[in-house]
């Protein structure tokens, strides 16, 4: 399993590569809020010295392995996008829950 920091880094740009192509109104607005959040988070995170041995750590690590896949499936299939939206807005959450326990 790849780390938070190596799979975060490919999230935003996958994000901005699908609010780029979405024609979807809504749908690239709420890419965008998330793409606000998820970058917020990293910076966060960033800050702070983060124990790989916990489970939110796994749970975040896992979270962001699965909406990069949303979001490369979505970028070939707009049909896709709300499930990647799904995805990400799952991983924000882990990554906030891993922000907290973050020393």
Do not use: C, F
């Amino acid at each position: 399993m790849a780390t938070v920091g190596a799979n975060i880094s490919k999230t935003l740009p996958l994000l901005t590569d699908l609010i780029e192509k979405t024609k979807d109104k809504d749908e690239k607005a709420r890419l965008r809020a998330l793409h606000k959040e998820m970058a917020a988070k990293l910076k966060e995170l960033v800050d702070k010295n983060v124990d790989k041995a916990t489970q939110e750590y796994e749970k975040a690590t896992a979270a962001l392995e699965d909406a990069n896949a949303a979001l490369r499936a979505a970028r070939e299939d707009l049909a896709k996008t709300a499930k990647a939206i799904e995805k990400v807005a799952k991983a924000a959450e882990w990554l906030g829950k891993l922000a907290k326990l973050a020393a």
